[in-house]
């Protein structure tokens, strides 16, 4: 509800200031408009992040694939054989799967929850330094204001380009 809001009133704001600024002087008021999202999606900085990432948890992944793959077995095995167990074998496997399957989804659940905790850390990260390429092209090429969020941008204005090369050349 506030970023709605905040959104709302800045659509309100920005055309008041292009307004006072064209009539408070005759110079030219230089407007750029950035999409984050293509930056989180495409710069050199989050690709790395990205990669990063997938090393990071890979591990995790393989161990969750093995023990769906062990619960798919059982349950195989009791679909095709369960009729012919005696039953207390077959109430052991399908102890054995209750407990692989409750196990599974902890697992599962923990390892969406650390990776969005990552991802989240990362892109903290690779928008800082996005932020910190919009500040510095914006004060050497004169931009009185850079907008992140537009609802509509003119391909004139969109400076996402020079951004990603800006955070492409950085080390």
Same mark, same amino acid.
């Given at each position: 509800m506030k970023t709605r809001t905040l959104k709302m009133w800045i659509a309100c704001l920005?055309?008041?200031?292009?307004?006072? /600024?064209? #009539? /408070? +002087?005759?110079?030219e008021f230089r407007v750029g408009v950035v999409d984050t999202e293509r930056i989180l999606r495409e710069s050199v900085p989050a690709m790395k992040a990205e990669?990063?990432?997938?090393?990071?948890?890979?591990? *995790?992944? #393989?161990?969750?694939? $093995?023990? +769906?793959?062990? /619960? *798919?077995?059982?349950? /195989?095995?009791?679909?095709?054989e369960g009729m012919t167990l005696p039953d207390a074998e077959r109430r052991n496997k399908e102890r054995e799967l209750d407990n692989l399957?409750?196990?599974? #989804? =902890?697992?599962? *659940?923990?390892? *969406?929850?650390?990776?969005?905790? =990552?991802?989240?850390?990362?892109?903290?990260?690779?928008?800082?330094?996005?932020? $910190?390429?919009? #500040?510095?092209i914006a004060e050497s090429e004169k931009f009185d204001l850079v907008l992140q969020e537009a609802v509509y941008r003119?391909?004139?204005?969109?400076?996402?380009?020079?951004?990603?090369?800006?955070?492409?050349?950085? $080390?």
């Open positions: 920005i055309p008041a200031l292009l307004l006072t /600024a064209g #009539q /408070a +002087s005759a110079t990669k990063k990432i997938e090393k990071e948890f890979a591990v *995790r992944d #393989q161990e969750i694939k $093995k023990i +769906s793959q062990q /619960a *798919r077995d059982i349950q /195989a095995f009791l679909d095709k399957n409750a196990n599974l #989804q =902890r697992m599962q *659940r923990e390892f *969406r929850e650390d990776l969005n905790l =990552r991802k989240n850390e990362e892109l903290v990260v690779v928008l800082g330094l996005a932020n $910190k390429a919009i #500040q510095q003119n391909p004139k204005i969109d400076i996402t380009e020079k951004v990603l090369k800006f955070l492409a050349n950085e $080390k």
